[in-house]
């Protein structure tokens, strides 16, 4: 038998929180809902972008062809990897980077979207064709 009033509350776990970024000399920082927003979906085009370079997924088009429902993305083409090319690729490594200066291990730009962003190029532009397992190219 469990004793459910043990477990913390809402309002406990944010003194918690608080009185620990207190110690740790860090600033409470609520942000706001475009913050949030951007935090979502720029993380979610980060980690494609992984997808994407490690040959997951041979387009940017098949990611958001899964993500797209998943996320309530219009039915139209657009996904979350061609909003960021609709945005700029450099906007969001822009974001990743600032983002990494207070948490690097969760914000780590990926590699392919820092190569897009120096070729000037999208998301787009890659193509992995599909390889069986077993298979060499």
């Known amino acids: 038998h ?19 970024r ?14 949030i927003l951007s935090r979502a979906m720029w993380s979610m085009v980060n980690e494609g972008a992984d997808i994407l370079d490690e040959g997951i997924a041979e387009r940017a088009a098949d990611i ?6 998943g996320f309530g993305f219009p039915e139209a083409k657009v996904g ?3 909003y960021a090319d609709s945005v700029g690729l450099a906007h969001v490594l822009d974001f990743v980077r600032r983002r990494a200066q207070d ?12 190569r897009l962003v120096a070729e ?8 992995h064709p599909y390889v ?4 060499s190219a």
Do not use: K, N, Y
């Not at 207190?22 to 913050?35: A, D, F, H, L």
């Not at 958001?64 to 429902?69: G, L, Q």
């Open 64 to 69: 958001d062809a899964i993500w797209r429902p």
């Open 22 to 35: 207190r110690v740790q000399g860090r600033p409470t920082i609520v942000p706001s809902g475009e913050e």
């Open 120 to 127: 000037g190029r999208s998301f787009s532009d890659v193509h």
């Open 80 to 82: 979350p990897m061609h």
């Open 2 to 20: 469990r004793d459910l009033h043990s477990f913390p509350t809402r309002r406990s776990s944010d003194l918690l929180a608080a009185e620990e």
């Open 132 to 135: 069986p397992a077993g298979v």
């Open 103 to 114: 948490d690097p291990a969760f914000w780590r730009p990926s590699p392919l979207l820092e």
